[in-house]
């Protein structure tokens, strides 16, 4: 499905997946989760017979705003200061740390070698590896951030592919004589706690994000009918009973914002591009769901880089007559009804169900192409024939989509399970059926057992996603930073951006990468 040239298309831009796993030792239910993500990366780093390379956190902004300005770092929760490898953001509430000053923004070019500080903290702490991913550990849980793909298809890829490093850093974990750590893709334990699956879409700085905000809410508020994982229970400490589509919805708090541990907005504000700021964003979303299945995941982020593209030729009336009074409240409201009965009122007049509000969407997209006289490439038409044809399924017959569309496969097995054993939906059997759902051990894992007996639908061969974890993609600057970190052994860290190598004597020498779609 993926090919190494270029084919203009909408879906087409730069795009980039960041799963925190939930991390577990079986064993001993109270492992500070922390030291097990360590030591997660650490193995995997020192076992599993790759070349890895320090990250560089030069750069980084974490408090700039994309409605202008900077956050001080004196009135930022210390989760917010990911920026500081000294100092791991913690996870959640957590108690301030008061920082007056705002450090000058690093120079291309030459630069200081690493602190005495920097260089005791161990490598494995933040690590690039071989196919232009980072893993580290981020809020108490280990995170594999994807490198950046060309389009949704190859984005699905790279991040399946975060998948095969998690398998092998348990591996490494039990070899190192641990015992065995579990990781798992999920968002949430049940019980309060809860970890992302953000995606980051290059878009064009001169699109208006006021209108981008206004446009793109209510898609992504319906957006988890054809991509959710599904969840047992109600509520971000599973208070109620019941099932709903979504992992991430009952965290959303808020309905644009800064933050992204509290008070999670549905639209993100984070204004760091990893790119020329000059002429870029990086929509920053983080309220959707982690995928086990590849056409959820596909679904999941070629439809929004669709919207996106509908949105960037211009919004008008149309798109308007969508906004939601209550968008967080719709949020909630969508995810807990997935028998598809609800109904969403928008300012135009209009009453819609999650999926005939994303069939509004879908056709904006069909007259965006119209209009523009553009021509689908090939990756946009397999995702708009998909979403078509999902949304058109899931409303005559709802598990029809099963083998597509995760909630609904995790929805028809918990159902079936409820009917052969008489429980009720606050049995806590569900709940652990819930977790395997995710749990990444291919002798565990509940989605490895419906890939084996063939009930999910996948774009990806495993020799191809294998593959992947050693491989960065061919037409993006991740193919730099990967090769570089297998065959450069004077590289000394790298970052989204940069390279930095050591020549040997005085300052180390900094190159930058600054274009996603290659270097």
Not at 238 to 243: D, L, T
Not at 271 to 278: I, L, N, S
Not at 461 to 490: K, W
Request: aromatic share 8%.
């Amino acid at each position: 499905m993926s090919d190494s040239g270029f084919q203009p298309g909408p879906v087409r831009r730069p795009v980039g997946l960041e799963t925190e796993f939930g991390v577990l030792r079986p064993s001993d239910p109270y492992a500070n989760p922390v030291v097990l993500s360590s030591q997660v990366v650490e193995a995997y780093s020192a076992g599993a017979d790759a070349p890895s390379a320090r990250w560089n956190y030069a750069g980084e902004d974490p408090l700039a705003d994309l409605r202008g300005g900077r956050l001080r770092r004196s009135a930022a929760h210390p989760s917010q200061l990911t920026d500081d490898p000294a100092l791991p953001a913690p996870s959640g509430d957590a108690s301030p740390v008061m920082r007056t000053a705002d450090p000058p923004p690093a120079p291309w070019g030459s630069q200081a070698r690493p602190s005495a500080v920097e260089e005791a903290l161990p490598q494995a702490a933040a690590t690039v590896l071989v196919n232009g991913a980072r893993l580290y550990v981020d809020h108490a849980h280990p995170e594999y951030s994807a490198p950046e793909a060309l389009g949704p298809v190859d984005a699905v890829l790279w991040d399946r592919a975060g998948e095969v490093v998690a398998r092998r850093a348990m591996e490494a974990v039990e070899a190192s004589g641990r015992g065995p750590v579990v990781l798992v893709k999920n968002n949430t334990d049940g019980k309060g706690a809860a970890y992302g699956a953000h995606e980051n879409y290059q878009v064009p700085r001169a699109t208006d994000f006021d209108a981008l905000v206004r446009a793109l809410t209510p898609f992504m508020v319906t957006r988890p009918v054809v991509c959710g994982a599904g969840r047992v229970g109600i509520g971000q400490r599973s208070e109620a009973p019941g099932f709903q589509m979504s992992q991430r919805a009952d965290f959303v708090e808020n309905e644009v914002g800064l933050e992204t541990t509290f008070n999670r907005p549905i639209i993100n504000t984070r204004d760091e591009p990893h790119a020329d700021p000059a002429r870029w964003r990086r929509l920053h979303v983080i309220g959707g769901d982690a995928n086990m299945f590849d056409y959820s995941a596909l679904l999941r982020l070629g439809t929004t880089s669709l919207v996106l593209w509908a949105i960037e030729q211009g919004t008008d009336l149309r798109w308007d007559s969508l906004v939601l009074d209550d968008p967080v409240q719709e949020t909630w409201n969508v995810s807990h009804h997935p028998d598809l009965d609800y109904r969403i009122s928008t300012a135009g007049g209009g009453s819609y169900t999650a999926a005939e509000l994303q069939q509004v969407y879908l056709d904006l997209v069909l007259d965006a192409f119209d209009e523009a006289g553009a021509e689908p490439s090939r990756d946009d038409r397999l995702v708009l024939e998909q979403w078509q044809s999902v949304l058109d399924r899931m409303r005559a017959d709802l598990f029809s989509v099963a083998a597509e569309v995760e909630w609904v496969c995790k929805y028809q097995l918990l159902l079936r399970q409820r009917e052969r054993a008489g429980l009720q939906w606050s049995d806590p059997r569900l709940a652990a059926i819930d977790l395997q759902w995710a749990d990444l051990r291919p002798s565990h894992g509940l989605v490895h057992r419906l890939d084996r007996a063939g009930a999910v639908k996948r774009l990806f061969a495993p020799e191809r996603v294998e593959a992947a974890a050693d491989e960065p993609p061919a037409n993006t600057r991740a193919r730099a930073r990967g090769e570089a970190v297998a065959n450069r052994p004077d590289l000394v860290k790298a970052s989204w951006t940069s390279l930095v190598f050591d020549p040997g004597q005085g300052d180390l020498l900094r190159y930058p990468i600054a274009d996603a779609r290659g270097a």
